[in-house]
């Protein structure tokens, strides 16, 4: 099934400030000068009667999502929701496939988190608590299967020792493999202010990794380079998702099931997300304390959402985001 997604998948200079629209319309506006600070200036005027509305200046710079509706019909006509179900199904099936093989099991929780549908309450559940820590963990993993060191996790900072060699330097043989190379730089990320060999481990994975990367082909080379610009932890989850949607799709070892269920589950949410907005915006036009108050108010919705939802973005949490988008808009 050719499955299409909403959207173009982030680059990595991009992730840092991601946007939920692309290609916007740039605001011909200028902010009007005179006030420091962003000072909101009010109107106070003694002569103003009831019965008549008196003009408010202008004072901050206008939206650039004004007037953008963000729930498209292409965007819907992308989700299948019975379709979704049956595969997230499939995928849940899949573990007592891959029971049998460590390794593919492994492989498997490790794409399902990097592609964003472990939250779908699968099987899952029982391996992990968070995001971001589960995926270095099991890079970490990987790393001691591959070294015969399956007992040897216990603490972060000690599981690392274990791959120095008596003179103190990390084994050679660790930079013979990208992917190892690769989780290893990903897991010292975790590090503590005073852990030297966590920096250690870094300097020395991103120094293989940045040797390596030249004799790499697509799509490893992709994730190599997005790794060293943009590291996991400071990626949005949803952002990260989308990135990694676009590169799995590349790996001729892809699982067909698993991509599709991606991609679907990934268009159903972000038009969920998409509705949300809406919603809000709806809400600020509704309120109008521009008007009742006589004050300047910057309109910041999507701005304000757009916090909540990088911490938050699972479908049962919609009016959390929700009402906390409205204290945020309120407050910025």
Known sequence: MNLRLAGNPPSSRSAMNPRLVGNLPSSGLAITPGLKNGATKCSNSTNASWDATPEVKQHF????WDGHDFTSASTKDLIDERRLIDL???VKDMFSLAAVDSFQELDLIDNIQRLGVAYS???LNTYYNG???MIILISLIKILARMNMRNCLMFLYDVFKKFKDEKGEFHANLASDVHTMLSLYEASYLSFRGEDIMDEAMNFSAKHLNSMLKY??????????????MSIQRSPERVYARYYISIYQQDISRNETLLEFA???????QFLHQKEINELQSWWEHIDLRSKLQCDFRRRVVEAYAINNNVYFEPQFT?????LAK???ILA
């Open 263 to 269: 991609k679907l589950d990934y268009n159903f949410v």
């Open 327 to 329: 204290q945020w808009t």
């Open 131 to 133: 995001h971001t820590m």
């Open 216 to 229: 790499l082909s697509s799509p490893l080379a992709l994730q190599v380079q997005h790794a060293l610009t």
């Open 121 to 123: 309450r699968m099987k």
């Open 88 to 90: 997230k199904r499939e």
């Open 61 to 64: 710079h206008p939206s650039v």
């Open 319 to 323: 009016q959390g985001r929700i009402h």
